[in-house]
Nanobody
Framework: QVQLVESGGGLVQAGGSLRLSCAAS???????MGWFRQAPGKEREFVST????????DYAESVKGRFTISRDNAKNTVYLRMNGLKPEDTAVYFC?????????????????WGQGTQVTVSS
């Protein structure tokens, strides 16, 4: 079992930055991790993923060049650094853990989910 707790969300002006954290319990280093987001009235969408070594990462096209995912296995934490935030980035951001890095752009590719943290970007 893995429990995930996100933090770091908040209200920021367009162009600003935030760093989200996701603290995990359980065998964290064995899991690939992902970030997803869900805006009101929309489906949950893939943002970024990182494998258990931290060597393999991928991003949604909408965030490439602005967001950076990283992990610290010693601290059981995965991060999402978000720069150049836009109003369309406003959403609840969720972290997720996957036993096998497969279908990583789909919500079905993940076994455990956090409760989410709200990110609001004002124009």
């Amino acid at each position: 079992q893995v429990q995930l707790v996100e933090s770091g969300g908040g209200l920021v002006q367009a162009g600003g930055s935030l760093r989200l954290s996701c603290a995990a319990s359980g065998p964290f280093s064995r899991f690939a991790m992902g970030w997803f987001r869900q805006a009101p009235g929309k489906e949950r969408e893939f943002v970024s993923t990182i494998d258990w070594t931290g060597d393999l990462t991928d991003y949604a096209e909408s965030v490439k060049g602005r967001f950076t995912i990283s992990r610290d296995n010693a601290k059981n934490t995965v991060y999402l650094r978000m720069n150049g935030l836009k109003p369309e980035d406003t959403a609840v951001y969720f972290c997720a853990a996957s036993k096998v890095l497969r279908q990583y752009k789909s919500v079905h590719g993940y076994d455990y989910w956090g409760q989410g943290t709200q990110v609001t970007v004002s124009s």
